[in-house]
């Protein structure tokens, strides 16, 4: 089956402790994305790479990392430096670099006490 | 004024009904159009896709795109309970490449039986 898939489907750390989350699609997207989905904010882009090797911040990079070591993956680690890291993570990819069609995961619900 | 508006219901109807969601934007310069099913606690499903005005049919689904009025909307035709979901609008200029997709906060759509 194509498609992405992001593990884990929950997570729970403690405050002050780094955490990173898988992405990895088997679509051969060159351009993949991270979002943020908090409630009644909508969805904002934290990073994305349209290419192996290079990434681009987002809207809201602070407190986040990212790597893009292989085209298939795409992970983001939340450090301990996010103020507010509760929230549920969406990856997607796409088949152009303009990113006019995105394909999501299922997410990674991600909670820091 | 925000770049994308639309309204986060909920919106309620019976099984049968035809739904209109819609979702005003303020940027002339955005092109692509797209509607997401989102399930709760799950990653954002691709509806439907359009470029620049017009509308487009897939079954039960219809999007249309007013780019006059910076207006869009996505009809469904006789609604199913399993439509009940979070439908969200995004859009984008996709004039440079790895440009973010422009989100609504969604639309929260519940179909009864």
């Known amino acids: 089956d194509g498609g992405i898939t992001q593990s884990p489907k929950y997570l729970f750390r403690k405050e002050g402790q780094n955490v990173t989350l898988s992405c990895e699609q088997n679509?051969?997207?060159?351009?993949m994305y991270w979002y943020r989905q908090d409630p009644g904010q909508g969805l904002r882009l934290i990073y994305y790479?349209?290419?192996?090797?290079?990434?681009q911040k987002g809207d809201i990079a602070e407190g986040y990392s990212v790597s893009r070591e292989k085209k298939e993956s795409f992970p983001l680690t939340v450090t301990s430096a996010q103020k507010n890291p509760t929230a549920f993570y969406l990856c997607?990819?796409?088949?152009?670099?303009?990113?006019?069609?995105?394909?999501f995961g299922p997410g990674t619900r991600l909670t820091v006490t | 004024q925000k770049e994308v508006e639309q309204d986060p219901g909920p919106l309620s109807v019976p099984e049968g009904a035809i739904v209109s969601l819609n979702c005003t934007y303020s940027?002339?310069?955005?092109?692509?159009f797209m509607w997401y099913r989102q399930y709760s606690r799950k990653g954002p499903e691709l509806l439907m896709y359009?470029?620049?005005?017009g509308n487009k049919e897939d079954g039960r689904f219809t999007a249309q795109v007013d780019k006059s009025s910076k207006y869009i909307s996505l009809f469904i035709r006789d609604s199913q309970p399993s439509d009940s979901a979070t439908y969200l609008c995004?859009?984008?200029?996709?004039?440079?490449?790895?440009?973010?997709?422009?989100f609504g906060k969604g639309t929260t759509l519940s179909v009864s039986s």
């Open positions: 359009t470029y620049s005005s």
């Open positions: 995004a859009m984008t200029e996709g004039l440079e490449a790895g440009t973010a997709l422009i």
């Open positions: 679509l051969n997207h060159d351009a």
């Open positions: 940027n002339s310069a955005f092109q692509y």
């Open positions: 790479s349209q290419i192996v090797n290079d990434f």
């Open positions: 997607a990819s796409s088949p152009d670099p303009q990113g006019t069609e995105q394909y």
